[in-house]
């Protein structure tokens, strides 16, 4: 039977109907702007990372590079730097190794019981605002300590300053990545990581600088503001330029588009077209754009604006990590980090203060690391019967921390190159077993160049290992526990760094040889660890 032309328009018609409403339907976030036509062939419907495909990478990338690269850079300086304040201030807070100890990790148990909710509450209230607000205050707080003469207070003001700061270290990445498209996406990070290196370089030469100054400005009897506070201005100046840079940035068009800003998404996103191109989205014909990507997890988003309901989401997303399938691999990911973590900033807080006493011994007998520190004690015990309190910096400290810097920005060059051809599993087992090695030899070897170094190699290794094991995390887990999986992971990571920096601080002066050995020891046990993971 033939059908005429009149009931052929209406089928052709009522089909039109059924697929507009089945698009209305699809389980996406979509933005649309009809810029005053309701003729349907003039809106091109574009997934968000087509729109970034077809805008190009352009000035919105490197911006936000520069940008994330000076947030993670402050959260080094604020971190690291309290490696040399901790000697500069020795005799102002007349602190002993363990209180030099809890002074350097004060900031980092801060980090560590903070990172998780911000990365947290990052995906409820974006990720601009959770940077901006806790990078602004976490500076303030530390400005506000250099004028501290109690050295409790100045400690709790420095574990605050560690909770606010944690906003940028776990939410940077995050921002970053949601403004480049997946192909560009490892190397953007790579060359933002760089910015760690970077402050490594850049801590001990601002240091050499302000503590060559001789001033004291005395406030009162018993306070005296000395060059060493200084530096905390300095230290909290990159954070200082990322906001006032990020005042004109916009918020993730992603983290909009989950939060259902439909609006602030759409002019965001054509935000970054117009800075990377001049044309608005309308001269590309794209009036419409939807997340490719949603997660089951972004509308539990948006009912869990109070404490309560956060704190019960919170647990309930997290639990799939602790249980079968991802139970091994996540519990020995979060090992091998947290032993990384232990060695590379547990005794990177204490490198210059031990490259320091290696500078301080008077002659020049060849010793090895252990009987230099040995010696250092005794001419301290020496100094303390006399009464005298030597809080001096030597030369040789501030070039071996400029050394390590340097040698730390071009080892990530040197890893860029080699972890495609090994692999990550066999680069990360070769990383942590040079760095072993080189721990082992510290306890025989007595030439200067070849102390200094053994320990660079011993301390950095380790380090480069963060970023690798992070990427791993990332595949071992579903897409819809990455996230929460990766700040997991770095935040059990950084409690390595407060157990190794005390550790340091209790039995360095009395057990050398056997400090040394508990963490070398500990690097062999997650080189052994990583055999086992997927990866």
């Known amino acids: 039977m033939s059908i005429s032309e009149k009931d052929q328009s209406v089928l052709e018609s009522q089909s039109q109907y059924i697929e507009y409403f089945r698009r209305l339907s699809e389980p996406r976030f979509s933005l649309r702007r009809n810029k005053g036509t309701t003729e349907k062939d003039n809106v091109k419907n574009v997934s968000y990372e087509d729109v970034l ?69 990052c995906d409820i209230y974006g990720r601009k605002p959770i940077l901006m607000y806790t990078t602004l205050i976490g500076n303030a707080v530390s400005l506000a300590s250099i004028f501290v003469p109690n050295f409790w207070l100045f400690v709790f003001l420095r574990f605050v300053v560690g909770i606010f700061i944690a906003g940028a270290s776990s939410t940077t990445y995050a921002y970053l990545g949601e403004f480049v498209t997946l192909r560009h996406r490892p190397v953007v990070i790579n060359f933002t990581s760089m910015f760690v290196a970077l402050a ?38 990159p954070g200082f330029i990322a906001i006032l840079i990020m005042i004109k940035l916009p918020d993730s068009p992603r983290i909009l588009m989950t939060n259902r800003k439909q609006d602030e998404a759409f002019e965001a996103t054509n935000w970054i077209a117009k800075f990377n191109t001049g044309k608005s989205l309308a001269d590309f014909n794209i009036y419409e754009i939807y997340d490719e990507n949603p997660t089951e997890n972004d509308k539990l988003l948006q009912t869990s604006k109070s404490f309560v309901q956060i704190m019960k989401h919170l647990w309930i997303d997290t639990k799939p990590l602790f249980r079968k399938p991802h139970l091994l691999n996540f519990v020995t990911c979060c090992v091998v980090m947290c032993g990384v973590f232990f060695v590379n900033s547990g005794m990177g807080l204490w490198y210059p203060t031990i490259q320091n006493r290696l500078g301080s011994v008077e002659g020049d007998n060849m010793m090895t690391i252990c009987q230099v520190i040995d010696a250092s004690m005794e001419q301290q015990n020496t100094n303390s019967t006399e009464n005298v309190c030597d809080d001096t910096i030597t030369r040789k400290s501030y070039i071996d921390s400029i050394t390590f810097g340097l040698v730390y920005l071009g080892a990530y060059f040197v890893l860029g190159s080699i972890i495609n051809p090994l692999g990550r599993k066999r680069t990360i087992i070769l990383l942590l077993i040079v760095s072993a090695i080189c721990g082992v030899i510290l306890h025989w070897i007595k030439e200067p160049i070849a102390i200094v170094a053994s320990f660079i190699m011993f ?77």
């Open 53 to 121: 495909n077809t805008i190009g990478f352009g000035k919105t990338q490197y911006l936000m590079l520069f940008t994330c690269g000076l947030l993670l850079m402050m959260v080094i300086c604020e971190t690291m730097g309290m490696s040399i304040i901790t000697i500069a201030s020795k005799c102002d807070f007349n602190t002993n190794s363990v209180e030099m100890a809890v002074m350097s990790a004060a900031a980092f148990i801060g980090i560590l019981v903070s990172s998780y909710l911000w990365g947290y509450l």
């Open 459 to 535: 301390v950095m290794l380790p380090g480069l290992c963060v970023s690798i094991l992070s990427g791993a995390v990332v595949d071992l887990v579903p897409t819809s526990l990455r996230g929460k999986a990766v700040c997991i992971c770095l935040m059990l990571g950084r409690s390595g760094s407060v157990i190794g920096s005390n550790i340091i601080g209790i039995l360095l002066e009395s057990y050398c040889s056997m400090t040394f050995g508990v963490f070398y020891g500990l690097v062999l046990v997650c080189a052994g660890l990583t055999l086992i993971l997927p990866i």
């Open 200 to 237: 490594m370089t850049y801590v001990p030469a601002i240091a050499w600088l302000v503590l060559s100054m001789e001033w004291s400005l005395d406030i009162s009897d018993t306070f005296a503001f000395r060059p060493w506070r200084l530096l905390t201005v300095f230290n909290i100046l």
